[in-house]
């Protein structure tokens, strides 16, 4: 997982400092998350999935398909 949130946000060219801020932590912290030293709140994974457009799966390495799920039309 760690690998890939760190290469997404390189692949799209942005800083520590940018993904720390959208996701209000200190860019320290984001750090820790790209090298595995700190875990990664369900919130903030979920924030990095919306933000990058893909699924929490495949930033998890539980699949290679980037495509996000469709957004559940049930609103429980």
């Known amino acids: ?7 997404l946000r390189e692949d799209n ?3 520590q400092v940018y ?3 959208l996701l209000n932590v200190n860019q320290r ?4 998350y790209e090298t595995g030293e700190h875990e990664i ?7 990095i999935a919306d933000f990058y457009e893909v699924s929490v799966d495949y ?3 539980r ?3 980037k495509k996000p ?3 559940s039309k049930n609103k429980n």
């Open 69 to 71: 799920y469709p957004k």
């Open 29 to 32: 912290t984001y750090s820790r």
């Open 59 to 61: 930033l998890l390495n």
């Open 19 to 21: 993904m720390a801020e």
């Open 41 to 47: 709140s369900l919130a903030s994974l979920s924030k």
């Open 1 to 7: 997982m760690y690998r890939r949130i760190r290469e």
């Open 13 to 15: 060219d942005l800083t």
């Open 63 to 65: 699949t290679d398909i």
